[in-house]
C-alpha cells in the first residue's frame, strides 16, 4: 500500500464549544466549498491542509506542482468578496446549511489572480462553454488561503457508502490487500465498465469502485441508482473478498489531463496503488485530445501510483466478447459500441437494453426506479 500523497495523511478534525469559536466571524459558503473543506480534513485532498495561497496557487498553475514541488495539479480555493474587515492572521468560520458545517480558517493570504490566466493553464481554454471555466469565472475575485479545522459536519444521504481514507486503509490492510485498483464512475455499470474493471483486477488483489455523488446535469442517472446498480453488479458478478465501494464526494471540473492527475492522487490517498484511466477521462466536449489523459502522466515519474490506460473497447461480434484495439484483428463493422446515449434512451423508454451491453440485473435494477434520470 502506498504511503500518502505528501507521506502524511492528513487529520483536520477537532472537538470544540460554541464558547470557543463564538468569537470569530461567520462566512457562509457554497456546498462545493463544503464538500472541499471536509476533503482536507479527512485526507482525501493529502498533503493539503487548507486552500492554497498565493505562491501554491502560482506554483500549481504554471508547474502543476506546489511550492514544495509535490505534484498538484487542480486549485482548490476559496473565494470571496473583497471584505476590508478581514486580514491576515484572522481566524473566520466557515459554515454551510446543507451540511451543517461548521470549520475554523486561520486566514494566512488574502490575493487576487487572473482567472484567464487559470482558465488556460488548468482547462486549456478561456471560453466560458467550457463548464470548469464558467465555474472559475463565477467565482468571486478574492481568494483567502489558509489551514482549516472541521469541527462539525452532519450525517448525509449515502453516508453508508462513505468511507474515509483512514477507514479505507485499515479495512484493505484487514483484508491483505497489498496492491488495488481504483475505478472512478458517474454511471451505472455496462458491460465495457465490467470488462476494465476485470481486466485490471485481473493484477492486482482488490479494486475499488470509487463513484462520484454531487451535484448532477439534467438527464443523468440520480446517485442512488449509480450506488443500487453497481451493488447488483457486484453481489452478482465479483468475489466479496476482491471489491469494494465507497463514494466520493467532489465536484467534477472537467480539466481532462489534469483533473485525471488529480482523481489518481485522491486514490492514493485512499490506499491504492493503481488507477484506472480511460479515453477522454474527466474530458468536455472537444477540448482535450482522446487520450491526452494517458499522456499527461508522464511527466508526473514521482506521482506515486500507477496508471493502467484503457483506450476504446467494444463488444466484437465475431471474437465473441469484450476487446479493445490491442487484441481485436475485426473490422469496425462486427463491434458494438458500448453507447451511454443508446443504452439511457432505453432505459427511459422502460426497456432493458441487450445483453451484450448491460447485465440484466444491472437493467432491471434501474427500472425498479420510478424517475431514473435527474430532471
Not at 476533503?39 to 500549481?60: C, E, K, R, W, Y
Not at 493570504?109 to 466560458?128: C, E, N, P, R
Not at 514521482?302 to 466478447?321: A, E, Q, V, W, Y
Request: glycine letters at 6%; one cysteine or more.
Amino acid at each position: 500500500m502506498p504511503k500518502p500523497h505528501g507521506n502524511r495523511l492528513i487529520n483536520r478534525y477537532a472537538t470544540k464549544t460554541e464558547e470557543e469559536i463564538n468569537e470569530f466571524p461567520k462566512y457562509e459558503i457554497n456546498t462545493n466549498l463544503a464538500e472541499d473543506v471536509i476533503n482536507i480534513a479527512t485526507g482525501v485532498f493529502s498533503p493539503l491542509s487548507g486552500f492554497l495561497t498565493q505562491n501554491d496557487l502560482h506554483d500549481v498553475v504554471n508547474h502543476k506542482r506546489l511550492s514544495n514541488d509535490i505534484p498538484w495539479t487542480i486549485p482548490i480555493l476559496f473565494d470571496q468578496q473583497k471584505d476590508n474587515s478581514l486580514s491576515e492572521g484572522d481566524t473566520i468560520i466557515l459554515t454551510n446549511k446543507d451540511t451543517n458545517l461548521k470549520a475554523l480558517l486561520d486566514v494566512k493570504d488574502i490575493f487576487t489572480y487572473d482567472k484567464k490566466i487559470i482558465a488556460q493553464q488548468v482547462y486549456g481554454t478561456t471560453s466560458t462553454e467550457h463548464p470548469g471555466v464558467n465555474m472559475l469565472y463565477n467565482m468571486q475575485d478574492h481568494f483567502i488561503g489558509g489551514n482549516i479545522i472541521l469541527i462539525n459536519k452532519d450525517k448525509r444521504p449515502f453516508d453508508e457508502y462513505n468511507l474515509t481514507p483512514r477507514e479505507t486503509r485499515i479495512l484493505f490492510q484487514e483484508k491483505g490487500w497489498q496492491e488495488i485498483v481504483a475505478f472512478q464512475t458517474r454511471n451505472p455499470p455496462h458491460l465495457g465498465h465490467e470488462y476494465v474493471q476485470k481486466t485490471a483486477l485481473t493484477f492486482v488483489d482488490g479494486i475499488f469502485i470509487n463513484p462520484i455523488i454531487g451535484k448532477k446535469k439534467s438527464g443523468d442517472f440520480k446517485d442512488e441508482v449509480i450506488l443500487k446498480s453497481y451493488e447488483t453488479l457486484m453481489n452478482h458478478y465479483y468475489l466479496k473478498e476482491r471489491s469494494v465501494m465507497s463514494i466520493l464526494r467532489t465536484s467534477m471540473k472537467y480539466a481532462g489531463p489534469r483533473e485525471a492527475i488529480h482523481h489518481a492522487i485522491m486514490r492514493k490517498n485512499y490506499g491504492c496503488t493503481h488507477f484506472i484511466v480511460g479515453r477522454d477521462h474527466a474530458g468536455v466536449g472537444t477540448y482535450y485530445g482522446p487520450y491526452d489523459a494517458h499522456d499527461i502522466f508522464k511527466e508526473f515519474p514521482d506521482l506515486g501510483i500507477t496508471p493502467i490506460f484503457f483506450r476504446s473497447f467494444s463488444r466484437c461480434n465475431k471474437c465473441g466478447g469484450v476487446v479493445n484495439d490491442k487484441i481485436c484483428p475485426h473490422n469496425q463493422e462486427d463491434h458494438i459500441n458500448f453507447s451511454g446515449k443508446k443504452i439511457r434512451e432505453l432505459l427511459n423508454q422502460g426497456k432493458i437494453p441487450p445483453e451484450d451491453m448491460m447485465r440484466k440485473e444491472v437493467a432491471e435494477t434501474i427500472l425498479e426506479f420510478q424517475e431514473p434520470f435527474v430532471k
